[in-house]
Structure formats: structure tokens, C-alpha cells
């Protein structure tokens, strides 16, 4: 196979160092900003050696790289065409969305099939980062900083062959020797990729015990291993049952950090599950507590018996994106505030801990009460 030198070129040092150091190969010297030199055993014929360039912009850099890479095809017993995919990679967590189905081709899909999946790929990918920084029941508005810039962090490449297949990097940084230890920490994008697989999995377990009589407990019990009604509404939406009739999520961990311990590999969800994993994601928005939820709207009713010692505000606000009542209890300035938004019909701001009492909202916990405007 003939690499281009564009594609040699894109090949970065610390991606090659990494594969190397990850496969047997040892560091023996450096030269700064120049070159590093690593040699691996090769039994009775004595020792592969490399030299790696550390400087995209050197004028030789591509022949080089090229000639790396045919060293390490030699010693790995496997084409250049590989050795190229694995150094590349090399510095990633890659998830792999197969989806098949009835109205799925290899490597086509329909519009409207092909945008629900990229879609619900990205709600999936952001539930499970939501989780890595915070398990909960369910996200409803403030998504964590780490979550969004993750998300932006993560590439898409082209769909592979094979019914049709997302294909996800994720970004890792390397191990230093030391990490991921007991008491270590271990990094977000790591930790955010561990979750998407297991989370999923125990998403996958959790409807399936439904399915045989076990009711919504697992679900609940779930949700402290990233189980969130918006993971379980990700995994539903990916699989229709009519273009689509089974995911499969594959997980392959970048070389250059030790693979999570225990983390699953693969992940299956069929059409069957779906209903059910909707079903839980139901019932995780109906039991879960919010804590800083930020509510505005206009103030639709107040109850009080003694207004000078406060009372409850009724506000209709945004919850899972549908114009909802919350009761507010409010103390006296707060509640102060709120006959004043109600006479002049403006909009009513607050934060606190929401929770859902049967068909009733309400948030308690209040704090930051604030009149923002006109409504």
C-alpha cells in the first residue's frame, strides 16, 4: 500500500511514541525537539530500531515517518496499512454505533434514519458525560462544563463498512507510568468513555430485568452507575424497530493509557428493549430530585394565608422542555417579590431543589429569587 505523504505528514510523534511504548518498544535516547530513538527485541536476529522524527515541519519529515512505519510492520507481522491505522488511533478512545436493521444498507441509511442517529449518538455521548462528572437520575437544563467541552473535543469519522457504522474519537491523554492506579486520578475523557460502556450496560441489564418481571427497581438502582432517563431515551431513540432493529456499541481504548478494568466491549440493544428502556427513562424523570434547578416564568397563582410570612408561588416554567406548574414556598421577601411579578405579569427567576410529588411539581430549597423582565 502507497501512503500519501499528506497522510504521513498528519501522523503526529506523540501518537507514534505512544503505540511504541504501548507494544514493547523502549525509549533508548532522545535528541530535543529532534528525534527519539526506541528499540524492541527480535529474539535471535538481535533488535528492531527506529528513529522517530519529533518535528512535523522537518523537510524529511514524511519519508521518515514512512520508514517508521515500515520497521513496525515488520516487527508486528502486519500490513503498513495498519500499523498506520493503530498509530493514529493510538491516542484515542474509539466507540464504534453499528446499527442494522431492515431499512439500513451497507453504509447507507436513509436521511431521515441517518440524522436520528447522529442525533441520538450525541445525546448518548453527552448523558454519559453528565454522568462521569455526576450520576443522576436525569439532566434536565445546566449540563456540566466538563460534559459540553468534551463533547466538543469528540470527532466524528466517516461511517465504515458494515451495515452502518458512527464511528467516535475521543480524545485521551497519555499515561504517564503511574496513572490510573489505585487513589489516582483518572482522566474526564477517559472516565467519560468508561461510563458510555458501562452505563449502557447496566441500561441494557436494567431493561432487561424489566422485561422479565423485575419492575422499575433496576432502573432506580442504576442510576448511581450513569443509568439517566436521558441515556435510556438515547438508547431507545437509536433503535425504532422499523429502519433500525439493533445497535451495537464497540468500545477499543487508546493504546497510549492502560485499558479501563472491567469495562465492557461491546454493547447490544435490540428494538425489544426499547419500549422499556422509555418506560425507565419515564420513571427516572418522575422520581428524581434536582438539585440548583433554575426555573423562570410567569408567575400563574399565589397561595398564602399570611402573606407577611410568605407563601407559595405557582410558576410556569420549562421542565423537560413542556410549559409545566411549579409550586414555589417562598419566605417573606422572596414571596414579596413574586406579588410584584404576578401584578405586572413579569417574568419570575429561582433557583432550588426540584422534585415531582404524582402529577405535581415543586421546588423547595429556593434561593436567588429575582424579577428579570416583562413577560
Known amino acids: 500500500m502507497t501512503i500519501s505523504s499528506e497522510v504521513l505528514r498528519a501522523v503526529e510523534p506523540r501518537q507514534a511514541a505512544a503505540w511504541m511504548r504501548a ?6 535516547d532522545t535528541r530535543p525537539e529532534h528525534t527519539a530513538r526506541y528499540q524492541k527485541p527480535a529474539g535471535a536476529e538481535g533488535e528492531f530500531e527506529v528513529t522517530l522524527p519529533l518535528d512535523p515541519a522537518f523537510r524529511d519529515y514524511t519519508r521518515r515517518v514512512r520508514e517508521v512505519i515500515e520497521t513496525l510492520a515488520v516487527a508486528s507481522g502486519r500490513p503498513s496499512a495498519w500499523v498506520l491505522a493503530e498509530l493514529r488511533a493510538s491516542t484515542f478512545d474509539i466507540v ?17 434514519t441517518g440524522t436520528r442517529l447522529f442525533a441520538q449518538t450525541r445525546e448518548l455521548l453527552l448523558a454519559a458525560a453528565c454522568a462521569a462528572h455526576e450520576p443522576r437520575p436525569v439532566y434536565r437544563t445546566r449540563r456540566p462544563t466538563e460534559a459540553t467541552d468534551f463533547l466538543r473535543r469528540v470527532k466524528l469519522a466517516a461511517p465504515e463498512e458494515g451495515s452502518f457504522i458512527v464511528t467516535i474519537y475521543a480524545p485521551v491523554p497519555p499515561g504517564l507510568g503511574f496513572d490510573d492506579a489505585e487513589g489516582q486520578e483518572v482522566p474526564f475523557e477517559r472516565r467519560a468513555t468508561t461510563m458510555l460502556a458501562t452505563a449502557s450496560a447496566a441500561a441494557r441489564r436494567a431493561a432487561e430485568s424489566a422485561g422479565l418481571g423485575g419492575g422499575a ?6 442510576a ?5 432517563a436521558n441515556l435510556c431515551e438515547a438508547l431507545a431513540g437509536l433503535v425504532d424497530g422499523e429502519e433500525t432493529s439493533r445497535i451495537d456499541l464497540m468500545f477499543a481504548w487508546a493504546s497510549s493509557r492502560p485499558a479501563p478494568a472491567g469495562a465492557p466491549t461491546s454493547v447490544h440493544v435490540g428494538s425489544d428493549l426499547a419500549s422499556l428502556l422509555q418506560e425507565g427513562a419515564r420513571l427516572l424523570r418522575a422520581t428524581a430530585t434536582t438539585p440548583d434547578y433554575p426555573l423562570e416564568g410567569i408567575v400563574v397563582r399565589l397561595e398564602s394565608d399570611n402573606p407577611e410570612a410568605g407563601g407559595v408561588a405557582v410558576v410556569t416554567g420549562q421542565i423537560d422542555g413542556q410549559a409545566r406548574k411549579v409550586q414555589v ?5 422572596d414571596y414579596s417579590l413574586a406579588i410584584g411579578a404576578h401584578e405586572r405579569q413579569d417574568f419570575l427567576r429561582c433557583e432550588g431543589e426540584l422534585r415531582r410529588q404524582g402529577g405535581r411539581f415543586i421546588l423547595e430549597r429556593v434561593r436567588h429569587v429575582e424579577v428579570v423582565g416583562e413577560g
Open 224 to 228: 448511581a452507575l450513569g443509568v439517566s
Open 96 to 112: 464504534r454505533l453499528r446499527a442494522t436493521g431492515p431499512g439500513i444498507g451497507p453504509g447507507r441509511v436513509p436521511v431521515e
Open 23 to 28: 507494544n514493547g518498544w523502549s525509549l533508548v
Open 329 to 333: 414556598a417562598m419566605n417573606r421577601e
Open 217 to 222: 427497581q433496576p432502573f432506580l438502582d442504576g
